[in-house]
């Protein structure tokens, strides 16, 4: 601070500041209030914690690839699963299905179970 320069402000202020100054000197006083403002305002926009513009853009992206990745995943894990799939266990499945239905049904409701097989 080699460069002085003079401050007009109201003798009210330089009341307030004369009487919790201490022993520090006015302007060692204005500085240390300066340097407090400025560091909780730092502070504050730290707890904020607001996302940039290009922090959300790449969120979304990530997410678009992530619902891309899995949705291939599933098409994948349902075209194997179509592959490997004997036709054993879907008339085995069928069967014990409309056994169900025949046990429902001779209780005196008429109910329906059906299956898309693709």
């Known amino acids: ?3 002085k320069r003079m401050l007009i402000v109201p003798a009210e202020l330089v009341q307030k500041i004369d009487n919790n100054r201490g022993d520090m000197s006015q302007a060692e006083f204005i500085d240390f209030l300066i ?13 904020q914690q607001y996302v940039t513009k290009e922090e959300m853009r790449v969120f979304e992206q990530d997410i678009k690839s992530l619902l ?11 075209l194997e699963l179509g592959k490997h799939s004997p036709k054993t266990e879907f008339e ?3 069967s014990r299905l409309h056994e169900l239905e025949n ?5 005196g ?8 097989w693709k």
């Open 68 to 78: 891309r990745r899995s949705l291939d995943f599933f098409i994948s894990y349902g």
């Open 1 to 3: 601070m080699g460069d």
């Open 35 to 47: 340097n407090s403002q400025l560091q909780g305002t730092k502070e504050k926009a730290k707890e």
């Open 92 to 94: 085995e499945l069928t």
């Open 109 to 116: 409701e008429k109910r329906e179970a059906k299956i898309k």
């Open 103 to 107: 046990d429902l049904a001779s209780e």
